[in-house]
């Protein structure tokens, strides 16, 4: 069966700490996405990948960078962590176009 | 650009009962169109999928939706909701096209499934 597995469920940093939120999904997907999920405004894209190496910024990049070195393995960096930065952070992999995406359990993240 | 309309933000329904989950669509060009669940702490899972051929499309638990492209609308029905039916929906759009697959997803509707 499809797996996403984020490694973190739960998540609380400071203010201007560098943050590491990691994603690995186990099926030889093409494109990963990260997403942040806010109440009243569903799901946002922040960036995606569509190949090792490879990035795309999505609608709210800003405040954020991705790492992709292996196919599997698709992290989100937040470089200087912000109190607006505290979401639900989902992540989601799918094969070719059209076929739909898969998400990982998600991260609640908390920045004080 | 794509955009993705889900009119009701909360849906109350007593159990037993049908519900329909509406979603509108706008975009320039002919799209996929899906429909996922999510549970309270969870992530997304999909119900059901609409790529081409016949517009009432099937999906797990009971679930269908109707794709009427005249109307730009992709509704969600269940002829009689179960409590564990109670959770958020979200609709989402993909274009058809070349190049990266971008989905965009509606702000969601909490289903409230009333004992």
């Known amino acids: 069966d499809v797996k996403v597995t984020q490694s973190s469920r739960y998540l609380v940093k400071r203010t201007g700490e560098k943050v590491f939120l990691e994603c690995v999904q186990d099926m030889d997907h093409e494109n990963m996405f990260w997403y942040r999920q806010d109440p009243g405004l569903g799901l946002r894209l922040i960036y995606f990948s569509y190949d090792v190496k490879m990035k795309e910024k999505g609608d709210i990049p800003e405040g954020y960078s991705v790492s992709r070195e292996k196919k599997e393995r698709f992290s989100l960096i937040l470089e200087s962590a912000s109190t607006n930065q505290t979401s639900m952070y989902l992540c989601?992999?799918?094969?070719?176009?059209?076929?739909?995406?898969?998400f990982g359990d998600g991260t609640r993240l908390s920045i004080l | 650009a794509q955009s993705v309309t889900q009119l009701d933000s909360q849906v109350p329904v007593f159990e037993e009962a049908p519900v329909e989950l509406r979603c509108n669509y706008s975009?320039?060009?002919?799209?996929?169109l899906f429909w996922y669940v999510q549970y309270p702490n969870q992530g997304l899972q999909l119900l059901l999928k609409y790529l081409s051929g016949s517009t009432l499309v099937k999906g797990i638990n009971g679930f269908e939706a109707e794709f009427n492209k005249s109307q730009t609308s992709f509704h969600l029905r269940k002829p009689s909701v179960h409590i564990s039916d109670t959770a958020e929906y979200f609709c989402a759009v993909s274009d058809i096209g070349r190049g990266y697959q971008k989905v965009t997803f509606g702000t969601g509707t909490k289903l409230q499934v009333i004992p």
């Open positions: 975009s320039s060009v002919s799209v996929y």
């Open positions: 989601a992999s799918s094969s070719t176009r059209g076929q739909p995406q898969h």
